[in-house]
């Protein structure tokens, strides 16, 4: 089945085994959210929980990066779905997405994200009741009513998982029938060639920030969230449709330098206006909306565009590590840095001091949490792994055929 499946979906040229590149900036991107979410705790806006000292400048870093960081997250999903197509019918593809997205955000909804509400009420509302007794408490909180009223649990970071498995289900649509699969890649491919690779991608987002982004917003939940759909899912699928087409990653290569140049001068637009005493970034401020869109694309072709250049040959046991951790380490930081945050605010550290060790405390206890999960068969579906296979019993060794009996012990020697 999986071979029938392949001629089906394969392109004309065969893909390459692995894309190193994209390993390595799926890496670098969820890196960065750590360092994000870190820099929540010490930036100028308010989360779970917030430093004594907030950090203005903290706020320029971060608006810096909001454009593209998830949406080339969004692309690497995309063409790693794509791969997916080659092995596994769509009723295999989308069984293996859910085995693989579905049991995280559960896990993370029963166990990693009760305590980081938990701290925050401790510390913002004053209450005294212990986590054993909030617990129960909080999910009861967020189970259906009689009524037929319901308040979903939140999701925290965690919103990011049921996006990428619905956008799988639209991609498993995709690929039935494969005509149209095949349709879909070679328009796209040419509408985005040559100049194309920015212009057409950048005229969309600015389009559908316009549209949708004064009346929607952001909210980061899967049914309520058009203008997030209609960016993210575009990204996605611009992955998925373009994974195995050269010719949209030899322009994606060529157009590196011009995409920077782009990003940096929209990036600047962003940047200053989040050092103004009242930012500019409302719905309505027509300028710094565009330069967002100007920025995400741009930004996401020349990181593309360099790490083709200069990551496709960094393979090695680092990469390969960093390639299974990387999604358990998402999945456990932000509890980690919450957790941590509150265990150190009595010490009263300088911010520099505390940020340090903040930084190596969700680190250590990523890479523990990865390891012990990742021996453990019963654990590791909640990380989004797969259970070691046990090793084999070593036999006991066997005698070799043409050995004559008398030598080998089982019959006495015959005259």
Not at 116 to 141: H, I, N, T
Not at 194 to 210: K, S
Not at 319 to 338: D, G, K, M, S
Request: with cysteine; net charge positive; charged share 15%.
């Amino acid at each position: 089945m999986a071979e029938t499946n392949a001629r089906r979906f394969a392109p004309e040229e065969a893909p390459p085994a692995r894309r190193i590149d994209l390993d390595w900036l799926r890496i670098g991107a969820f890196g960065l959210l750590i360092l994000y979410h870190l820099a929540m705790y010490f930036g100028p806006w308010s989360w779970h929980l917030d430093a004594r000292e907030r950090v203005a400048w903290l706020g320029v870093a971060m608006v810096a990066s909001n454009p593209w960081r998830l949406g080339l997250l969004f692309l690497i999903s995309g063409v790693a779905v794509r791969h997916m197509t080659l092995k596994a019918s769509a009723g295999g593809l989308m069984f293996e997405r859910t085995r693989r997205l579905l049991p995280p955000m559960l896990f993370g909804v029963l166990v990693l994200v009760p305590p980081q509400a938990y701290f925050e009420q401790v510390v913002k509302d004053g209450l005294q009741a212990s986590y054993l007794a909030f617990w129960p408490r909080f999910l009861l909180d967020h189970l259906p009513h009689l009524d037929g009223s319901w308040s979903p649990p939140p999701l925290n970071h965690l919103w990011f998982i049921g996006y990428i498995w619905a956008y799988s289900l639209i991609a498993v649509a995709l690929v039935w029938p494969p005509r149209l699969l095949h349709a879909a890649e070679a328009r796209l491919d040419r509408a985005l060639s040559g100049a194309g690779v920015l212009v057409v991608p950048i005229l969309y987002l600015v389009t559908a920030r316009f549209a949708l982004f004064p009346t929607f917003g952001v909210t980061n939940h899967l049914t309520r969230d058009p203008y997030n759909h209609a960016s993210s899912l575009a990204l996605f699928l611009i992955g998925f449709l373009l994974a195995f087409r050269p010719s949209f990653w030899t322009s994606v290569e060529r157009a590196r330098w011009p995409a920077l140049l782009l990003a940096t001068s929209a990036t600047a637009v962003l940047g200053l206006d989040a050092l103004r005493p009242v930012p500019l970034q409302h719905p309505h401020a027509l300028g710094e909306m565009a330069a967002f869109a100007v920025a995400q694309w741009s930004m996401i072709v020349a990181l593309l565009g360099f790490g083709r250049r200069h990551l496709s040959s960094l393979d090695g046991p680092a990469l390969r590590y960093l390639r299974e951790a990387v999604f358990p380490f998402y999945l456990l930081h932000q509890t980690i840095i919450v957790a941590a945050a509150y265990a150190l605010q009595p010490l009263d550290l300088p911010n520099a001091l505390e940020a340090i060790t903040l930084l190596v405390i969700t680190i250590l206890v990523c890479v523990a949490g990865f390891e012990v999960v990742r021996r453990t068969p019963v654990l590791a579906p909640c990380l989004g792994l797969r259970a070691a296979p046990k090793r084999p019993r070593r036999a006991p060794p066997s005698l070799p055929v043409d050995l004559p009996l008398r030598q080998a012990g089982n019959l006495p020697a015959t005259k």
